[in-house]
Each structure stands twice: as C-alpha cells, then as structure tokens.
C-alpha cells in the first residue's frame, strides 16, 4: 500500500489542453514536493509546497497544497509535448524519510 | 553543480552473487536514500541515512543492506542477488531539514540473471 496515491497513473492528452493531477494521503505531512522524471535520468524537483492551503506557480504549472496538509495537485494549462514525462510527488515522514507516490506517466501529443 | 554519482548505469548479475551498488555525492549532505523504480510502483524507499555510519529502513528492506562509512559515499549491499531484484536502482541526497531538494543519481539498471 503506497502511502502516498497519485491519480491518473497514466495520461495521454492532446497540446493545448489542460490537466490536473493528483496526489492523496491519508497522512499530514510537513511539506509535500513534486518531482519530475526523464527517461534515463532521475528526479529533478519542480516545487515545494509547505503551508496548508498554499499555491505555487511555475509557469503553465500550478501547485496547490490541501488545507490539511495531506493532499496536492498539479494543474498545467495548455499543456505542451516538452511537459511530457513522469511526474512524481513526494513528503517526509519523521524527520527524514522521503516518500514517493506512484507517479503520473503523462504523454502530450503534438 | 551538484553532483550524485552512482558507480554504473547498467549491471548484470546472476542468482546468488553479491553484489554492490556506490553512490558518491558532492554536496556535503547529511542524507542520503536508496529507492528502487518499478513500472507502476514509482520509487520505493530501501534505506537511508541520516548521517555517516547511520541507517535507517525504509518501506523494503529485506534482501537489502548499507554501509556509510564516509560522509560522500552510500553503498547498497544485494547479499545474495534474487531476479526479483531485477530494477532500476536510484541514489539521492539531500541536506536535513523537511522540504530540502533530494539530488538524484542517473539510476542503475540491474539485472538479475
């Protein structure tokens, strides 16, 4: 049982639409962060959100922290073929074990 | 630029042979962790550390082991090597505190033969 649910395990949409992916948890965690990954590379972090509530912008992506600390969401507007890639999301539990999700494989297509 | 290095990229090993995985990290940081990837699965905590000649289980560590005996360098132990350890092996590192950024190791493929 992985601690940490991401939704979609997979999505494959078409350029320019939108989409959201999310992350659950039955658990509070101090901070949650997402990652992204390449083929052949590792994770690279995108954002940390860290206040309950919290909404942090990277360009087309949008990320939002639950109010309660135990969920997030990842929202890309007008999503583009160089977005393409697995998308992973993350939290610490104690003081130092970092816990990943199952990951979103997401494929935009041109 | 930071850097986490893992010995090999790819890695072919039979049944039974012990085998070891190293991860060297230039970033002077406290933690270090070792996840496997399966499709599916995502990453999935072995052990990590916290500190030098600290560990820590994480979420599967049975058939697993550590060793930190230096600050840069996290090795992971297969003591008797099974194909179902058949993965994609991932090193990180990052500094103590909740919400520091893990750096990650290209990832080693092993396979188990």
């Known amino acids: 049982t992985q601690l940490l649910e991401q939704s979609p395990q997979f999505l494959s949409i078409q350029e320019g639409e939108n989409l959201t992916v999310y992350c659950n948890s039955s658990?509070?965690?101090?901070?949650l962060q997402w990652y992204r990954q390449e083929p052949g590379e590792g994770p690279v972090l995108l954002v940390t959100?860290?206040?309950?509530?919290e909404v942090k912008k990277l360009k087309r992506l949008t990320f939002q922290f639950g109010d309660a600390r135990k969920d997030s969401s990842l929202h890309i507007t007008a999503a583009q073929p160089g977005d393409t890639g697995l998308y992973l999301c993350a939290g610490i539990q104690g003081a130092q074990k970092l816990v990943f999700g199952q990951g979103t494989r997401l494929t935009i297509n041109p | 630029d930071v850097k986490v290095t893992q010995s090999s990229r790819y890695l072919v090993k039979r049944t039974g042979e012990k085998v070891f995985l190293e991860c060297v990290q230039d970033?002077?940081?406290?933690?270090m962790f070792w996840y496997r990837q399966d499709p599916g699965l995502g990453l999935r905590l072995i052990y990590f550390?916290?500190?030098?000649?600290?560990?820590e289980k994480g979420d599967i560590p049975e058939g697993y082991s550590v060793s930190r005996e230096k600050k840069e360098r996290f090795s992971l132990i297969l003591e008797s090597a099974s194909t179902n350890q058949t993965s994609m092996y991932l090193c990180?590192?990052?500094?103590?505190?909740?919400?520091?950024?893990?750096?990650f190791g290209q990832g080693t493929r092993l396979t188990v033969v």
């Open positions: 990180a590192s990052s500094f103590r505190g909740a919400g520091t950024e893990a750096f």
């Open positions: 959100v860290v206040t309950g509530g």
């Open positions: 658990s509070v965690f101090s901070s």
């Open positions: 970033m002077d940081h406290e933690n």
């Open positions: 550390s916290y500190d030098v000649k600290m560990k």
